[in-house]
């Protein structure tokens, strides 16, 4: 259908409910044709997080009736590649606004098809739907959330078998099944109520939530008698971690734990501030006022906790750590121990995301790990986790994004960020120990590897016009990058779209790291300086990422900020 017979189908066909046609006919008597264009011009499309969107009523928008139908599409591929070994879909959401009905909404698709469905009956953080995909020997998994996007979006995440989000040739298929679901009234339905008394969707309760806290419980490396002298304070910023990381934290000795009490109740508007991102340092200003003296670290999971952010406390001044200094922390803490217990793999290997700091890669080669970068995404860790040990090339010891996500181990095919909360919480606790703070053995780490400036900006560009903007940026990149920024000479573009390396000095093409088609440039200047731009997968922004090193931290300082006002101004 065209966009007009789509928008008149919305406004007036009894498949949809009174509220959503009468939302579509106040726009249309307003005349409101930029917002109309918006909601109707396209449809949500999977990014590097899954389906994920504002909520209203229209194609290009998060509703009871863009979740059936991505569900069908689910369905009907489910149908058509079956597999004996696996069955069933787990099915989980978070605090935001309409994720129980998402939800509820989903799992009458796929019981209407007679595909048995388990369903948590409270929030519940993404890792534990991971967790749980991987011990039903479930087919596939559904996770309700916007992870640490703003309260009004909503989002729809894929699992597959494998306990990772769905990667080609999967998120293809369900896709192009997807697209074939013309109308509504092709979705079959089913009473919720009957279905839950025939048993085709089966609650999930605490039950769970022991089996996952037993096997985190055992990844520990940490003491326990040193645990308990840490001062620790956590917030869930009104998501879902507060299900379990809590739990693990007492668990493994933390006696002084103070969690922020009104950021532990589920707030769909996140009301106590301004994003429910840990990326964003003000996101903890509550829990920072709520310290006291003794408290020595904050741990912030985002609303379904697969990222974790924190603050450290050093020299009475209170620290934020970026995901990239976070994730180098952990790494080298985590591999340090296997060492010292002998359980790092003789072929142990680190995956990254490639805008994740080179830091990560010079600590893990320093342990003999190989390393593999992959495609933003935590799917592309996940795949290529388990890649490398199908092929017995590699064992997979630690995956990291810089944008907070951590994971160890394959408990879950996600990243994780309960278990990182526990992981970093028992490295605090170590370093306390010592006499050392997390910020003294970064630098440490520092003098050991060089010390390493990363940075992120974002450009916000919403609506069509701002997709407009974003591929006018990105393809005027392409045609024309710029042969200094900040003063620095540009040595090679990488473009993974087509999969080329373009050598500046001579013009000279050659092959590219041979990774999936994305629309991400890569640009390497001289003296260890990296630029990455790409357009977000899940929000409506353009990312610049950037990457310096050497041995006088004020000057990359200023190397960056001449680099950043001759590139963004």
């Not at 997709?467 to 990105?474: D, L, V």
Request: a negative charge; one cysteine or more.
């Amino acid at each position: 259908m065209e966009s007009k017979e789509i928008i008149r189908y919305w406004s007036e066909a009894s498949v949809f409910d009174e509220t959503t046609r009468n939302e579509i006919k106040q726009l249309l008597n307003l005349q409101d044709e930029k917002e109309l264009a918006d909601r109707f011009s396209q449809a949500l499309e999977f990014g590097t997080g899954g389906m994920r969107g504002i909520m209203g009523a229209g194609i290009n928008r998060m509703n009871r009736y863009t979740v059936r139908q991505a569900t069908e599409g689910l369905a009907r591929y489910i149908e058509k590649n079956p597999d004996p070994a696996h069955s069933g879909v787990v099915i989980g959401y978070d605090s935001r606004h309409n994720s129980p009905q998402f939800a509820q909404a989903a799992s009458e698709v796929l019981a209407a098809h007679g595909i048995p469905v388990f369903l948590f009956k409270s929030l519940a953080p993404t890792p534990l739907i991971s967790y749980e995909v991987l011990q039903k020997k479930a087919i596939a998994g559904i996770m309700i959330t916007a992870s640490h996007n703003p309260s009004e979006y909503n989002g729809y995440k894929v699992y597959w078998k494998n306990g990772g989000q769905v990667i080609p040739p999967e998120d293809k298929g369900i896709i192009q099944e997807v697209r074939d679901v013309k109308t509504m009234e092709e979705i079959p339905d089913c009473n919720f109520e009957e279905a839950i008394r025939q048993g085709t969707i089966q609650w999930l309760t605490e039950e769970s939530d022991h089996s996952y806290l037993e096997t985190v419980g055992k990844m520990a490396l940490g003491n326990s008698s040193q645990n308990e002298k840490l001062h620790v304070i956590y917030t869930p910023l009104h998501g879902t971690g507060v299900r379990l990381v809590p739990a693990l934290l007492e668990q493994r000795g933390f006696l002084h734990l103070k969690q922020i009490g009104e950021q532990s109740k589920p707030d769909s508007d996140f009301s106590t501030v301004r994003s429910p991102n840990p990326e964003d340092s003000r996101a903890f200003e509550m829990a920072i006022a709520a310290a006291a003296p003794e408290d020595e670290l904050i741990l912030a999971n985002d609303p379904d906790a697969d990222r974790l952010g924190v603050m450290v406390r050093h020299q009475e001044e209170w620290q934020y750590l970026n995901g990239n200094q976070a994730g180098a922390l952990l790494l080298d803490y985590y591999l340090k121990n296997l060492k010292d217990l002998n359980r790092l793999p003789h072929n142990g290997t680190y995956i990254l995301s490639i805008v994740s700091s080179p830091l990560g890669a010079k600590i893990a080669r320093s342990h003999g790990l190989q390393v593999i970068e992959t495609l933003t995404g935590f799917k592309w860790i996940r795949a290529e986790a388990l890649r490398i040990e199908q092929e017995g090339s590699g064992a997979f010891v630690f995956g990291m994004e810089e944008s907070l996500g951590y994971l160890a181990g394959h408990h879950t095919g996600d990243k994780d960020g309960v278990w990182a909360a526990m992981a970093f919480a028992e490295m605090t606790a170590d370093l306390k120990a010592k006499g050392e703070t997390p910020i003294d053995r970064l630098q440490q780490i520092y003098q050991n590897h060089g010390f390493h400036l990363d940075d992120l900006e974002n450009r916000i560009l919403p609506g069509i016009d701002g997709n407009r903007q974003i591929e006018e940026i990105m393809n005027n990149f392409r045609q024309n990058p710029p042969l200094t920024i900040g003063g620095k000479q540009l040595l090679q573009v990488t473009d993974l779209l087509n999969d080329t390396i373009t050598r500046i000095d001579s013009s000279a093409v050659m092959p590219g790291p041979g990774l999936p088609p994305s629309n991400v440039l890569i640009f390497e200047l001289e003296k260890n300086t990296r630029i990455i731009v790409r357009p977000s997968g899940t929000e409506p922004k353009i990312k610049y990422y950037f990457n310096l090193s050497g041995p006088d931290q004020s000057q990359l300082k200023q190397i960056l900020s001449r680099i950043k006002k001759d590139l963004l101004t």
